[in-house]
């Protein structure tokens, strides 16, 4: 396959460039947008504001039955007729299935909204991390996760709960680096572009609305 | 790609007389300009994070053999197979090998500007495999048969008529001139792509080189998609890009979107690290990285050191003002604005790419911007220095700038020609302007007049007036 030594190669090349060519030397240890940690309140504040900014949906309630009929409202409007959840996160599955009454929904496998004939879908997932800073959503692959509810549906519906949020990006970069997964998303608001005319159009490949669902 | 700067006064004059063309490059850079200025006043960590981002980026290239050294061993300890490239031949070399060996008939490929300086797409397709470029503005510009005119909004020189007709022309799509229309039929086609190719291509953001992990950062989600459902993920990323560390990534991501496109942070942010995992039940099965040279080292080795810094954020191209009236195609390569001014000149041939060293004002709006500090007007510069050094200046413009030099130095040969100067000025002047030089000064008058020399030269009126100094009023 590879040609011996190519890599070598590239590597020795570089090393001789930088050969007696001075580094610079510079001072280090600064760290931009470091504050004081933020209490779970304003935390959640912060990110709520980040996050609706970016054009994302977010509600929070005592608990889930207050919350339904407005989600059922905010995918009916979308279109969405299929509703699915992960294997494994419980969590997910009972709001989707909580949900089914409020609008014209059922439920539906990941498999089948796979497929391109696929019907317009919700896809629930219990997110692990809320970052304050950027109003970030994180979904990681960690422990053989799924992608496909942020990743395929036409809405995204993330379950966060007050544990999952952080300050900053640092925090949730290291809580998952003990363990790196293949995959680190970060999603914040509705898939994008403006490819067009420079003109904000939503919905290009992702999402057409994330919505974060707050519960206790 | 072949590289067209040589022809850089010619591509502008036409640039400049396409109205289309300008009104779209004037709307586009209005809007990144007045959006980077809003994100910036509104997080004001930023000066912070530019000295962190530069001083990590130098630090990195100081010691590239490293941490270029220290990715490839984690990268491959996660399944990674990394292939080294010389130059854009061997790249697409072992592009076009990886499909072939991996079976690969269709391909989807994210925006990368690697891909596009070496021409990725090109060689795969005449390799016979299917590359359909899944960014929005690379798929209209793959779909008219053109090139990028912008490193972060490949189609700003398109309208949406122009799209919309595309659309009819190519695709057999209705015609609509709405873009949300436009982006729906685009998602609904390349969606089609994605769920059927057996190889997503990319570039890389950044590589972290503890944990050789790939940084992809996009808003449209295709960058995710490409590398999440086909069974193979072929990275295309020059040297340059590397990172010590995964927890280096959060500065530089609160510097390229809003340096980029205004936004606090980018809708979809990867990290990517190695291949599928048992459990995992998604995502490539293979993962094949080529990095790529393409004189990067040869930059390294001299005072150029710090233009691979460059995180590709556009920031430079917008707020330019030799871009903003020009626009991307113009500078002929793959890197246009500011920073292609200095990257084509030493990537392609100072031959070939010094035009775009000379079309600049030297104004430093280019560094006032930069996410990361890059020096370009100084940089600018030292091309201009290395032009002259290799004898590839006009020996009459060398003459005329050691004549001017040495008037400028002398005060009586200055007044003696000052004087000459308005004698001549006074028969050839038209409406206080001179329409045309002789001969090798033509250059000048061939697009704008020469403004006539005052009938009172500055120095005189010094002279006349320097009891009144502003100082000692």
Not at chain 2, 34 to 46: I, M, N, S, Y
Request: hydrophobic content about 40%; overall charge positive; some cysteine.
């Amino acid at each position: 396959m590879e040609p011996v030594g190519r890599k070598e190669e590239l590597l020795r090349r570089i090393a001789v460039a930088l050969r007696g060519h001075e580094a610079i030397k510079s001072a280090s240890g600064a760290t931009a947008g470091r504050e004081a940690a933020l209490s779970v309140a304003d935390r959640i504040a912060r990110f709520r504001n980040m996050f609706e900014s970016q054009g994302g949906n977010f509600l929070a309630g005592p608990s889930l039955d207050p919350l339904l009929p407005e989600l059922g409202e905010a995918l009916r409007i979308s279109g969405v007729t299929a509703l699915f959840s992960p294997r494994g996160d419980e969590r997910a599955r009972l709001v989707a299935e909580t949900l089914v009454p409020f609008g014209p929904f059922r439920l539906a496998s990941p498999g089948e909204i796979r497929q391109l004939s696929a019907p317009s879908s919700a896809g629930f997932q219990t997110a692990e991390f809320a970052i304050a800073e950027t109003g970030t959503i994180v979904q990681s692959g960690q422990k053989g996760k799924t992608l496909l509810p942020g990743l395929i549906s036409d809405v995204h519906v993330a379950i966060l709960s007050p544990a999952a949020f952080v300050d900053r990006m640092e925090e949730c970069l290291a809580a998952l680096s003990e363990d790196l997964p293949r995959t680190i998303s970060f999603i914040t608001g509705p898939s994008r572009t403006g490819d067009i005319e420079q003109t904000l159009t939503i919905g290009a490949h992702g999402p057409k609305k994330v919505i974060a669902v707050l519960l206790p | 790609m072949e590289p067209l700067s040589r022809f850089f006064y010619r591509r502008s004059e036409k640039a400049l007389s396409d109205a289309t063309l300008q009104a779209s490059i004037s709307r586009t850079t209005g809007k990144f300009v007045g959006a980077r200025a809003d994100a910036v006043a509104a997080f004001p960590g930023f000066e912070t994070a530019r000295d962190e981002g530069s001083r990590i980026k130098r630090e990195t290239l100081d010691r590239l053999d490293h941490h270029l050294g220290r990715f490839i061993d984690e990268a491959e300890r996660r399944g990674a197979v990394i292939h080294a490239a010389r130059d854009g031949a061997e790249a697409r070399e072992i592009a076009t090998r990886i499909a072939k060996e991996e079976g690969v008939t269709l391909a989807v490929k994210s925006k990368s500007m690697v891909g596009e300086e070496v021409d990725l797409t090109g060689a795969l397709e005449a390799a016979g495999v299917e590359v359909v470029e899944s960014d929005l503005g690379e798929f209209i510009v793959q779909l008219a048969g053109e090139t990028p005119s912008h490193i972060i909004a490949p189609a700003v020189h398109k309208t949406r008529e122009q799209v919309s007709k595309l659309f009819v022309e190519k695709l057999g799509e209705p015609y609509t001139d709405k873009i949300p229309e436009l982006v729906a039929i685009a998602r609904r086609r390349l969606r089609e792509k994605f769920l059927s190719a057996g190889m997503g291509v990319s570039g890389a953001n950044f590589l972290c080189a503890d944990t050789g992990s790939i940084a992809l950062v996009t808003n449209e989600g295709n960058g995710r998609m490409g590398t999440t459902l086909p069974r193979v993920h072929l990275v295309v990323a020059g040297i340059e890009k590397v990172i010590p560390r995964l927890s280096d990534l959060p500065v530089f991501l609160r510097l390229l979107p809003r340096s980029a496109t205004g936004q606090p942070i980018s809708t979809y942010v990867s990290v990517l690290t190695g291949v599928k995992r048992p459990e995992d039940p998604e995502g490539p099965e293979k993962l094949h990285i080529i990095l790529l040279d393409n004189g990067r080292s040869g930059i390294l080795k001299g005072k150029y050191r710090d233009i691979l810094k460059c995180i590709r954020c556009g920031a430079c191209l917008n707020i330019c003002p030799v871009y903003q009236s020009v626009g991307g195609h113009a500078y002929g390569w793959t890197y246009p604005g500011p920073i292609g001014s200095v990257l084509t000149p030493l990537m392609t041939g100072l031959a070939e790419g010094v035009p775009l060293a000379n079309a600049s004002t030297l104004c430093g709006a280019c560094a006032d911007v930069c996410p990361v500090k890059i020096p370009i007007p100084g940089l600018l510069l030292e091309l201009r220095a290395d032009e002259r050094d290799r004898g590839l200046k006009d020996p009459a413009e060398v003459f005329g700038m050691k004549g001017y030099a040495a008037v400028m130095s002398r005060a009586g040969i200055l007044e003696a020609l000052e004087r000459i100067a308005g004698v001549i000025s006074s028969v050839f002047l038209k409406e206080g302007k001179a329409p045309w030089l002789p001969f090798r000064f033509s250059g000048w008058t061939d697009r704008r007049d020469f403004p006539a020399p005052a009938p009172q030269p500055f120095r005189k009126l010094w002279k006349k007036q320097r009891g009144i100094r502003p100082w000692n009023r």
